[in-house]
């Protein structure tokens, strides 16, 4: 990735945050083995600063859209504070696999940890921490449904499970959705569509909205999903 494409990337930024476009496939930090992933690159983001930006939140390597920076020590300090005081309200789009039993509720399963000889996974457990995700059936098509997300809480990989447990699998999740998912054929189709981060207390909210990823189109369009200004319900769920 090269620093334009990374600049191209941005849906906002002022002196104390970055909003940017992650792209599915990349990861957002290095992991035990290493590998390419956005923190090599968020040099080109400094734009005059001393120091390049910081990450304020995880997205997974396979999740697309808005992803926080924060571009100093106080302005991460900051951010810290709101996402772990649930105050950032944070928006994904999926494309699951069947549908969930109602139309729109709240999933509220505790999920743990789980760690094996092949590596580790999460799993819900009623000895986990507390987990919610609030939902909403957009639109429907080819036996897949389109789901407006909202996550109450910030687990690891809580979408993903939540709506495995629900029987709607995300399409293309290898981990969690087994062969109903067809990894193979299709990546993962979860895109942090919006998020909302109170930033300024005396200002609204700032909105960034990421486009749809272009791996995720054909299964939208399927569901009802056109492309074009009117075709938003950016805050379905």
Same mark, same amino acid.
């Given at each position: 990735?090269?620093?334009?494409?990374?600049?191209?990337?941005?849906?906002?930024?002022?002196?104390?945050?970055?909003?940017?476009?992650?792209?599915?496939?990349?990861?957002?930090?290095?992991?035990?083995?290493?590998?390419?992933?956005?923190?090599?690159?968020?040099?080109?983001?400094?734009?005059?600063?001393?120091?390049?930006?910081?990450?304020?939140?995880?997205?997974?390597?396979?999740?697309?859209?808005?992803?926080?920076?924060?571009?100093? =020590?106080?302005? !991460? +300090?900051? #951010? /810290?504070?709101?996402?772990?005081?649930?105050? %950032?309200?944070?928006?994904?789009?999926?494309? *699951?696999?069947?549908?969930?039993?109602?139309?729109?509720?709240?999933?509220?399963?505790?999920?743990?940890?789980?760690?094996?000889?092949?590596?580790?996974?999460?799993?819900?457990?009623?000895?986990?921490?507390?987990?919610?995700?609030?939902?909403?059936?957009?639109?429907?098509?080819?036996?897949?449904?389109?789901?407006?997300?909202?996550?109450?809480?910030?687990?690891?990989?809580?979408? =993903?499970?939540? !709506? +495995?447990? #629900? /029987?709607?699998?995300?399409?293309?999740?290898? %981990?969690?959705?087994?062969?109903?998912?067809? *990894?193979?054929?299709?990546?993962?189709?979860?895109?942090?569509?919006?998020?909302?981060?109170?930033?300024?207390?005396?200002?609204?909210?700032?909105?960034?909205?990421?486009?749809?990823?272009?791996?995720?189109?054909?299964?939208?369009?399927?569901?009802?999903?056109?492309?074009?200004?009117?075709?938003?319900?950016?805050?379905?769920?």
């Amino acid at each position: 990735m090269t620093p334009s494409d990374l600049e191209a990337r941005l849906l906002f930024r002022d002196g104390l945050m970055l909003i940017l476009d992650k792209p599915a496939g990349l990861a957002v930090h290095a992991g035990p083995r290493g590998g390419d992933n956005l923190r090599d690159y968020l040099d080109a983001l400094r734009f005059g600063l001393p120091q390049a930006p910081e990450l304020a939140h995880r997205l997974d390597r396979d999740t697309s859209g808005c992803l926080v920076l924060g571009r100093h =020590r106080k302005a !991460l +300090a900051k #951010l /810290g504070r709101l996402f772990s005081e649930g105050q %950032v309200r944070k928006i994904y789009w999926a494309v *699951a696999v069947g549908a969930p039993p109602q139309d729109e509720g709240l999933i509220d399963l505790p999920l743990l940890k789980e760690n094996r000889k092949t590596g580790w996974k999460m799993k819900v457990d009623a000895k986990g921490q507390a987990s919610q995700t609030a939902y909403s059936v957009v639109g429907r098509g080819d036996g897949r449904c389109w789901l407006a997300l909202e996550p109450k809480t910030g687990r690891t990989h809580q979408l =993903r499970v939540h !709506l +495995a447990a #629900l /029987g709607c699998p995300i399409l293309g999740d290898p %981990v969690y959705g087994g062969a109903a998912t067809a *990894a193979a054929t299709f990546p993962l189709h979860l895109h942090a569509r919006e998020i909302r981060v109170p930033l300024y207390p005396r200002r609204t909210p700032i909105k960034a909205v990421a486009q749809v990823p272009e791996h995720m189109k054909i299964a939208l369009r399927a569901c009802g999903w056109k492309d074009g200004p009117r075709a938003n319900h950016e805050t379905a769920a």
